[in-house]
T-cell receptor, first 114, second 114 residues
Framework: DAKTTQPTSMDCAEGRAANLPCNHSTISGNEYVYWYRQIHSQGPQYIIH???NNETNEMASLIITEDRKSSTLILPHATLRDTAVYYC???????????????FGSGTQLTVLP | GAGVSQSPSNKVTEKGKDVELRCDPISGHTALYWYRQRLGQGLEFLIY????????KSGLPSDRFSAERTGESVSTLTIQRTQQEDSAVYLCASSLASSAETQYFGPGTRLLVL
């Protein structure tokens, strides 16, 4: 699976959009971009994933650049409860022989400020 | 619907004692994973179940660790003769099928070995 690079930390004002970048310049054609987050003292939480097209769900939006070398997770109206470590990972489909287990990097510590 | 649940949420034990950690996956999820997360560190894969069988036990750190799953539902992770280095959060995740990419995590069991 391709390596990802994320900023170590970011701050965001409550109520504002939080835009979390992720660089995955070595991504290959069949690799998906996944985002998880981990709130302090809780288990990781799935947020969203995508392949090429932008995706939106009730939690967030995922914007993937046309060359797929980077992506941005957008939390449209950040709240204090969104303070967490956000992990961007790139995974080949399991059907292609990719390992099933998840591996997180260091992630981005997002702090939402009141 | 209900998410992944784990019990106990916290466990304090003395070195040398055995502990059992329980995971109830999301109903209908056939794949189940156990991970370990030490303080401030990333996920460490332990074992993966497809149904009641464990095709991948490669992450179990020693023969003191074992896991079983029954009825394609509940799983138990057992640590025998606990050591202080076993102190960590033990996380369980489930996914709809072995080919399904998205894993949903439980809240974890915080184990402290004194």
């Amino acid at each position: 699976d391709a390596k990802t690079t994320q900023p170590t930390s970011m701050d965001c004002a409550e109520g504002r959009a939080a835009n979390l970048p992720c660089n995955h310049s070595t991504i290959s054609g069949n690799e998906y971009v996944y985002w998880y987050r981990q709130i302090h003292s809780q288990g990781p939480q799935y947020i969203i994933h995508g392949l090429k097209n932008n995706e939106t769900n009730e939690m967030a939006s995922l914007i993937i650049t046309e060359d797929r070398k980077s992506s941005t997770l957008i939390l449209p109206h950040a709240t204090l409860r969104d303070t967490a470590v956000y992990y961007c990972i790139v995974r080949r489909p399991i059907s292609s022989g990719s390992a099933r287990q998840l591996t997180f990097g260091s992630g981005t510590q997002l702090t939402v400020l009141p | 619907g209900a998410g992944v649940s784990q019990s106990p949420s916290n466990k304090v034990t003395e070195k040398g004692k055995d502990v059992e950690l329980r995971c109830d996956p999301i109903s209908g999820h056939t794949a189940l994973y156990w991970y370990r997360q030490r303080l401030g560190q990333g996920l460490e894969f332990l074992i993966y179940f497809q149904g009641n069988s464990a095709p991948d036990k490669s992450g179990l750190p020693s023969d003191r660790f074992s896991a079983e799953r029954t009825g394609e539902s509940v799983s138990t992770l057992t640590i025998q003769r606990t050591q202080q280095e076993d102190s960590a959060v033990y996380l369980c995740a489930s996914s709809l099928a072995s080919s399904a990419e998205t894993q949903y995590f439980g809240p974890g069991t915080r184990l402290l070995v004194l």
